[in-house]
């Protein structure tokens, strides 16, 4: 590995996993060894998904390019113009823009989820309160005791 590795294009799925089989000759490792490697770093990525991953021509998962490269050698802010330039294929973005993003990407998400749970909660609330889930025949036969029976 005495030559630079190549560069993440960011123009479309085609030429980015053409990019990655280059990353991997760059490399010089088996897609066992890429596994193992992987592994090391923390990630996981089967040899047979690396394989299948590097034979087609659509854009992987996030998480496996960052796997991939990790494997490969590719240290952390090199990878990081490897996902960004993934980012951009997939969304169409400026890479700028999709760094700040992906670490603010469950901030939204998570907020929209929060709001519709405290939406849910006050039309159940107010529905409860107005009787709508109780019978009024049902709560004048109930009768409550603090002591239990003897049996």
Same mark, same amino acid.
């Given at each position: 590995?005495?030559?630079?590795?190549p560069? @993440?294009?960011? *123009?479309?799925?085609?030429?980015?996993v053409?990019?990655?089989?280059?990353?991997?000759?760059?490399?010089?490792?088996?897609?066992?060894? !890429? =596994?193992?490697?992987? *592994?090391?770093?923390?990630?996981? !990525? @089967?040899y047979? *998904?690396?394989? *299948? %991953?590097?034979?087609?021509?659509? !854009?992987?998962? =996030? =998480?496996?390019?960052?796997?991939?490269? $990790? $494997?490969? #050698?590719?240290?952390?802010?090199?990878?990081e113009?490897? !996902?960004?330039?993934?980012?951009?294929?997939?969304?169409?973005? @400026? $890479?700028?823009?999709?760094? %700040?993003?992906?670490?603010?990407?469950?901030?939204?998400?998570?907020?929209? +989820?929060?709001?519709?749970?405290?939406?849910?909660?006050?039309?159940?609330? #107010?529905?409860?309160? $107005?009787?709508? +889930?109780?019978?009024?025949?049902e709560? =004048?036969?109930?009768?409550?005791?603090?002591?239990?029976?003897?049996?």
């Open positions: 590995m005495t030559t630079a590795p560069t @993440p294009p960011d *123009t479309d799925a085609v030429a980015f053409a990019a990655l089989r280059r990353l991997k000759a760059w490399s010089g490792l088996s897609y066992r060894l !890429l =596994e193992r490697r992987a *592994t090391e770093a923390g990630h996981t !990525l @089967p047979s *998904t690396a394989a *299948t %991953m590097l034979g087609r021509d659509r !854009l992987p998962r =996030e =998480e496996l390019v960052a796997a991939f490269v $990790a $494997a490969c #050698g590719i240290r952390a802010d090199e990878a113009a490897w !996902l960004d330039a993934r980012m951009t294929i997939a969304c169409g973005r @400026p $890479a700028e823009t999709t760094r %700040m993003t992906r670490n603010r990407s469950f901030r939204q998400p998570r907020w929209a +989820f929060s709001g519709a749970v405290a939406l849910v909660a006050a039309l159940l609330g #107010g529905v409860s309160a $107005a009787g709508a +889930f109780t019978a009024d025949v709560v =004048e036969q109930t009768q409550t005791s603090l002591h239990l029976p003897r049996s």
